[in-house]
C-alpha cells in the first residue's frame, strides 16, 4: 500500500490547534522589533502552516530561545526567512526563555558545557546586581555558550522531530478514518441495491 501525500491532507487538527495558538500575523508584523524586516513580512511563505514549516519554526525557535543573547525574537524572525519558516511560530517559541524560566534554562545550559567540557562548575548568584553577575560571566562563559548552542540544538532536534511525527500520525490517521468511512458508505450502498 503507499501512503498518502500527507501535506495534501494538511487541512487537519495540527493546522488548526496550531493556528488557534499561533500568534497573529498582523499583530507580529506591527512589532517594533519586526517592522524593520519591511517588505519581507508579506511574503506568504513565511505565514504557512503545513508540516514542513512548522517543523523548521519549532526547530529555529528552540535553539534561538537557548542562545544567551537580546533581541532573540529578531534572531528567530531572521532564520525564520531565511529557512522559509513559519515565521510566527518561530517568534513565539523564543518566549520560552522568560523572567521565570530564564535562570532554570541557563543554569542546566551551563552545567552541560561544564560537564562537557569537564570543568567544575561554580556556584552562580542569580539574586545579585549586574556588577557582580558581569564577574561572575569572564569565569562562566565558555561553559555557559557551549551549554547553551547543545541544549538549544539538542531541544530543537527533538522538538522538530515530535512535531513532525505527530503531524504525520495525524494526517494518516485522518487518512485511513476517511478511508474507511468511504468503505462503510460502499457497503451500505451494495446492501441498498440488493
Known amino acids: 500500500m503507499?501512503?498518502?501525500q500527507c501535506d495534501s491532507l494538511s487541512v487537519t487538527m495540527p493546522?488548526?490547534?496550531?493556528k488557534r495558538y499561533a500568534p497573529d500575523p498582523e499583530t507580529l508584523k506591527q512589532t517594533r522589533h519586526l517592522r524593520w524586516l519591511g517588505r519581507s513580512l508579506e511574503d506568504p511563505n513565511c505565514w504557512h502552516i503545513n508540516r514542513?514549516?512548522?517543523?523548521?519554526a519549532f526547530l529555529i525557535g528552540c535553539i534561538v530561545?537557548?542562545?544567551?543573547?537580546?533581541?532573540?525574537?529578531?534572531?528567530a524572525a531572521v532564520c525564520a526567512l531565511r529557512f522559509h519558516a513559519n515565521l510566527p511560530i518561530a517568534a513565539g517559541l523564543v518566549w520560552m526563555t522568560n523572567p521565570v524560566t530564564f535562570?532554570?534554562?541557563f543554569y542546566a545550559a551551563y552545567r552541560v558545557g561544564s560537564a562537557l567540557l569537564n570543568i567544575e562548575?561554580?556556584?552562580i548568584n542569580f539574586d545579585v546586581g549586574l556588577g557582580a553577575l558581569s564577574n561572575q560571566l569572564t569565569d562562566i562563559w565558555l561553559p555557559l555558550v557551549l551549554g547553551c548552542v547543545v541544549c538549544g540544538v539538542m531541544t530543537?532536534?527533538?522538538a522538530h522531530a515530535i512535531v513532525w511525527r505527530v503531524w504525520r500520525w495525524q494526517v494518516l490517521s485522518r487518512w485511513q478514518e476517511r478511508k474507511r468511512q468511504r468503505k462503510l458508505r460502499r457497503l451500505?450502498?451494495?446492501a441498498e441495491t440488493h
Open 156 to 158: 530543537g532536534l527533538l
Open 103 to 105: 535562570a532554570p534554562m
Open 121 to 123: 562548575p561554580v556556584a
Open 2 to 4: 503507499t501512503t498518502p
Open 188 to 190: 451500505e450502498r451494495r
Open 65 to 75: 530561545a537557548f542562545l544567551p543573547i537580546p533581541m532573540q525574537m529578531l534572531v
Open 52 to 56: 514542513q514549516s512548522v517543523a523548521r
Open 15 to 18: 493546522r488548526r490547534f496550531i
